[in-house]
């Protein structure tokens, strides 16, 4: 059964203590508590679940555990991306097995300059073609240096298997051009925070954003107003949120993210090396980015 992919998605973070081990009590705690509110889904293994620093057993086993805390009514859409396309499809196949909703399947880049759109096509079909689930583009050049045209996109829209993608680039100008060439059942899901409410504006139908993890009540919020009409709500929402979703993003990254999971009570923890914490100094300009915008006692209060 294909689910539902309008809404929000938090990317979920994994929690590792001082040491980089796994706290796997801490993640199913977490999922717990982002049960408990109005999201479409959950994203398991994306970029901010620092899957590139994960084993194989690692992955496999936040999937096994994740689903039975992911409620039937709920998306589960699972990063998979690797560097081959014979790999990329051997792992969707064990997560479709663990409950996958989505496979997330990410461009290939360690190879970036013989990353064409025939090659990029090449494999996204191959990928389709053998994915017992659907799959969804992921694209986020600024991770990969890598970029999915338009014109690649809208190649790609025609296989009954490829959903829809993540975009991640930030760029509107992008989400708009493939929102026109691609066939009108593909799905785009934002995964810029900063452009949530113009990327709705243009089509997309909803967001898989890292600001959902910390603050995913008011993000709900904004998509509701959007969906509702209230377009002043949604457009003061998507001001107050801006600030500290460019802060767990572009300014301190995954380890900011983690600060602001504890700042507005879930488990943050340790990024996994060679990420660093942040220092005292960052830590304080992330907070305090997170109060003037009034959203750490809103956090609290839900």
Not at 218 to 227: C, K, S, W
Not at 256 to 281: C, H, I, Q, S
Request: hydrophobic letters at 45%; aromatic letters at 8%; a neutral charge.
């Amino acid at each position: 059964m294909n689910r539902d992919l309008s809404g929000i998605f938090p990317p979920i973070t994994t929690p590792f203590d001082s040491d980089g081990e796994l706290l796997l009590d801490r993640f199913k705690e977490n999922l717990r508590r982002w049960s408990e509110f109005k999201l479409s889904g959950i994203v398991v293994l994306g970029s901010n679940g620092e899957s590139a620093f994960l084993s194989e057993e690692e992955r496999l086993r936040l999937v096994r555990e994740s689903r039975p805390l992911i409620s039937a009514d709920k998306t589960m859409i699972v990063g998979a991306g690797r560097e081959s396309t014979r790999l990329t499809v051997q792992f969707i196949r064990k997560v479709a097995d663990l409950g996958a909703d989505y496979a997330l399947a990410g461009t290939p880049c360690y190879f970036k300059s013989a990353m064409t759109d025939d090659a990029l096509f090449a494999h996204f079909w191959s990928v389709a073609d053998e994915s017992p689930i659907p799959i969804l583009v992921y694209n986020v050049p600024q991770f990969t240096g890598v970029n999915t045209s338009a014109a690649l996109v809208q190649r790609l829209s025609a296989h009954e298997n490829i959903a829809g993608m993540k975009e991640s680039s930030g760029n509107l100008s992008l989400q708009g051009e493939i929102r026109r060439r691609a066939v009108r059942e593909f799905k785009i899901l934002v995964g810029s925070a900063t452009t949530l409410l113009p990327s709705l504006i243009q089509g997309a139908c909803g967001g898989v954003v890292a600001i959902a993890c910390a603050l995913p009540a008011m993000t709900v919020e904004l998509f509701e107003a959007f969906q509702s009409g209230d377009w002043k709500a949604a457009a003061g929402l998507q001001e107050i949120l801006s600030p500290p979703a460019a802060a767990v993003t572009t300014q301190f990254g995954v380890p900011g993210l983690k600060v602001a999971l504890d700042l507005t009570g879930f488990y943050g923890g340790e990024p996994r090396l060679p990420l660093l914490r942040l220092n005292e100094t960052h830590k304080e300009t992330l907070k305090s980015i997170f109060v003037a915008a009034g959203v750490v006692e809103a956090a609290q209060r839900y």
